[in-house]
C-alpha cells in the first residue's frame, strides 16, 4: 500500500476513533442523581411579608458618595422602622450599631457554639431614582393588583426583608437554631462604601469561622444557559475583580481648521479600539468549570458534546464567546468596556486635553496589577505615554468550596421553596457585593438573592419601576425560614 494511502487510513482511524470518544462522553455526559433530603413544609404569614418590605420601601435610603447629599433622617427612619417591623428580632437578639452604616444582630442558637454562626447580608442603602419615569412613586410602597413597587424590591430590600422576616417565623414558631445566627446590614454598598468591613472586624476580632455566609447574588431563573430549560438557581461562590481606570492626554489644542495628523481625541480612539481588538484569555475558573458540568448535563445532545468535551472544544468556545461576548463571555475572561471618551466642547476645536475611561471586570487568577500592566502596554504601543488614572480597584474574591454543609442546606432551602425540579448551580458572579470582604475570614461565603425572577425584572434593577409580586416576596421570605429552620 502507498504511503499516502496508509496515512489517510491512519488519519481517518484517529478522526473515527476521535468522534466516538466525544460520542461516548457525551452520552455518558447525563444528569448526575440527586439526593433529596425530606423536607417539612413551611406556613409562613404571606401578607406579613408583603407589608413588612412595604415599610422598608417607604424609607427613601439612597446613599450618594458624598455623604452630604443624603438624607440622615431617612436612615435614622428605616432603623426606626426595623425595630417595629420585626419585634420578635429586636426581643431575642443583641443588637449594635458597629458603624453608622453598618448594623449587627446576634441570635444564639442552642449548641452554644459561638465561633461557628451563620451570617445574613443585606443592604438596607439603594440607587437614586428618576421618579419621572417610573409608574408608580418608587418610595410610596405602592401595591397594586399583587404587586409591589419600589426602589430597593430587588436590591436588596427584599432579601432584608427576607431574613428579618424569616428569623421572625422562626421564633413565632417557638423555634430556636442549633447555630447562632447574626445578620449584617449594611447601609453604603452601592457606592462601595465599605462599612461591611467592620463586620468583618468584628469577626475576625472575635476569632469566628462561619457555618456559612449568605449575601445577594444569583437568584432563580430560567432560559440563563444554552439549551436548559428547567428553572436554574445560581449561588456566586465567587465574584469577580473590578476596576475604573481613565487614559488621559494633553495636546496642543488648536483649531479643527488645520489639524495634525492624530489629534488627542483620536490618538484615544486608536488605543480604544487596540483593547477591544486584544481580548484577554480564555480562563475556566472552578465556579464555571462546576456550573458547566452541572447545567452542561441537562443541555441539548450538541451543548451537552462541547460541554462534555471540553478539552477539544474549548478553543471553539474561546473564538465564540470572544466573538459573541455578553453573559457567556463574561464567565470565561476579564472584560473591559470602553465607558467615556472626553475631549472639546465644540466640534471646531482641537482639545488640549482628551480622556477615555473604562470599567475592568477580573476573572480570577488575573489580579489588577496584572490587568493595568497589560493595558499599559497596549496605551505604549499606541504613543500614549501618561500614566492611567484609577478611580476604584479590587482584585477578585476568595473562592468559595460547594463541598459544605452550608452549601448543601443552602440547596436543600432553594428546592424546599422552588420545587426539586430546580437546578441548582454555583456560577462566577460579574456583579460586585460586599461579600468579597468577607473572603478574608471564610470560603464558605454565597451570593444568592432568594427570588425568582423574570428576565424583565432583571433589567429593573438599578432601573426604572423596580417591583416584586405577592409570590415572590413570600417565596423569599419561605427560603430564609426554611434555611434557618435547617441551621
Not at 472586624?201 to 444557559?225: M, Q, R, T
Not at 488627542?264 to 487596540?274: M, S
Request: aromatic share 10%.
Amino acid at each position: 500500500m502507498p504511503a499516502w494511502a496508509i496515512a489517510v487510513v491512519s488519519i481517518g482511524g484517529v478522526l473515527l476513533l476521535l468522534i466516538f470518544i466525544v460520542l461516548i462522553r457525551t452520552m455518558l455526559f447525563r444528569p448526575k442523581k440527586r439526593a433529596k433530603d425530606e423536607e417539612k413544609p413551611a406556613s409562613i404569614d404571606k401578607e406579613k411579608a408583603v407589608t413588612s418590605l412595604q415599610a422598608l420601601i417607604r424609607c427613601k435610603t439612597i446613599s450618594t458618595s458624598d455623604h452630604k447629599d443624603e438624607d440622615k433622617n431617612e436612615f435614622v427612619k428605616l432603623k426606626e422602622t426595623l425595630r417595629t417591623t420585626y419585634p420578635l428580632v429586636f426581643k431575642n437578639c443583641e443588637y449594635q450599631e458597629l458603624g453608622p452604616k453598618e448594623l449587627l444582630f446576634h441570635l444564639k442558637g442552642k449548641n452554644g457554639d459561638e465561633k461557628h454562626p451563620a451570617i445574613f447580608m443585606a443592604h438596607f442603602d439603594v440607587v437614586s431614582v428618576e421618579p419621572d419615569r417610573w409608574t408608580e412613586d418608587p418610595f410610596a410602597g405602592v401595591r397594586k393588583n399583587g404587586v409591589l413597587y419600589g426602589r430597593g424590591t430587588i436590591d436588596t430590600k427584599g432579601t432584608l426583608n427576607g431574613t428579618l422576616r424569616g428569623c421572625e417565623e422562626l421564633l413565632l414558631h417557638g423555634e430556636r437554631p442549633e447555630h447562632d445566627f447574626y445578620f449584617a446590614f449594611a447601609g453604603d454598598e452601592e457606592v462601595a462604601g465599605g462599612s461591611a468591613k467592620l463586620a468583618v472586624k468584628y469577626f475576625k476580632d472575635h476569632s469566628i469561622d462561619p457555618y456559612l455566609v449568605i449575601d445577594e447574588g444569583g437568584a432563580v431563573v430560567n432560559g440563563i444557559f444554552p439549551g436548559v430549560k428547567k428553572n436554574t438557581a445560581l449561588i456566586g461562590t465567587a465574584e469577580k475583580g473590578a476596576c475604573a481606570m481613565e487614559f488621559h492626554l494633553d495636546g496642543e489644542g488648536g483649531h479643527a481648521s488645520a489639524p495634525a495628523p492624530h489629534t488627542p481625541v483620536g490618538r484615544l480612539g486608536k488605543l480604544a479600539v487596540d483593547i477591544e481588538d486584544h481580548p484577554f484569555h480564555f480562563i475556566l475558573s472552578e465556579p464555571v468549570r462546576e456550573m458547566f458540568d452541572i447545567l452542561g448535563r441537562e443541555s441539548t445532545f450538541t451543548y451537552r458534546m462541547i460541554f462534555a468535551n471540553l478539552w477539544l472544544f474549548k478553543p471553539i468556545l474561546n473564538k465564540l464567546t470572544k466573538k459573541s461576548g455578553g453573559q457567556l463571555n463574561a464567565l470565561v475572561r476579564t472584560t473591559v468596556a470602553l465607558t467615556q471618551m472626553e475631549g472639546s466642547k465644540a466640534t471646531n476645536i482641537i482639545p488640549t486635553k482628551a480622556m477615555i475611561g473604562l470599567n475592568m471586570r477580573l476573572m480570577p487568577p488575573d489580579s489588577v496589577e496584572y490587568a493595568s500592566a497589560r493595558l499599559k502596554k497596549l496605551s505604549d504601543k499606541n504613543g500614549i505615554a501618561s500614566t492611567p488614572i484609577f478611580s476604584y480597584a479590587w482584585n477578585p474574591s476568595r473562592i468559595s468550596t460547594t463541598k459544605s454543609e452550608g452549601y448543601s442546606k443552602i440547596k436543600n432551602a432553594i428546592e424546599g421553596t422552588w420545587g426539586d425540579d430546580t437546578l441548582v448551580s454555583p456560577y462566577m458572579m460579574t456583579a460586585c457585593a460586599d461579600a468579597r470582604f468577607y473572603g478574608e475570614i471564610s470560603d464558605k461565603v454565597y451570593r444568592f438573592s432568594a427570588m425568582k425572577l423574570r428576565p424583565e425584572q432583571m433589567e429593573m434593577i438599578h432601573g426604572d419601576n423596580e417591583q416584586l409580586n405577592d409570590e415572590q416576596i413570600a417565596e423569599t421570605v419561605e427560603f430564609y425560614y426554611r434555611l434557618m429552620r435547617s441551621l
